[in-house]
Nanobody
């Protein structure tokens, strides 16, 4: 089993910053891709940013230049530094892991693991 736990959400004023963290735990040997998604009220869940184990990144156009995704492969943790936050960034932010290789099943990969989410509210 693999668990993802997000932290770092909260209330911030427009223009402010927050740093989200997501730690993966369980029988993990490696994780190929980790990412952040968000879902605002009444909206569909959307990709915010993703990063591979090699450091390749992908961002939604709406966050380019403001958000930075990074990861610590040794800790199986992914981060999202969010700067210049806007009210439209308000959402529940979810962590996702794909391509999880298990320590007790080499060569087998799990996909589509999700955390429970952390709420980010941008308001004055």
């Amino acid at each position: 089993q693999v668990q993802l736990v997000e932290s770092g959400g909260g209330l911030v004023q427009p223009g402010g910053s927050l740093r989200l963290s997501c730690a993966a735990s369980g029988s993990i040997f490696s994780i190929n891709a980790m990412g952040w998604y968000r879902q605002g009220s009444g909206k569909q869940r959307e990709l915010v940013a993703a990063i591979t184990s090699g450091g390749s990144t992908n961002y939604a156009d709406s966050v380019k230049g403001r958000f930075t995704i990074s990861r610590d492969n040794d800790k199986n943790t992914v981060y999202l530094q969010m700067n210049s936050l806007k009210p439209e960034d308000t959402a529940v932010y979810y962590c996702r892991a794909d391509g999880v290789e298990y320590t007790d099943s080499p060569g087998e990969y799990g996909m589509n693991y999700w955390g429970k989410g952390t709420l980010v509210t941008v308001a004055s």
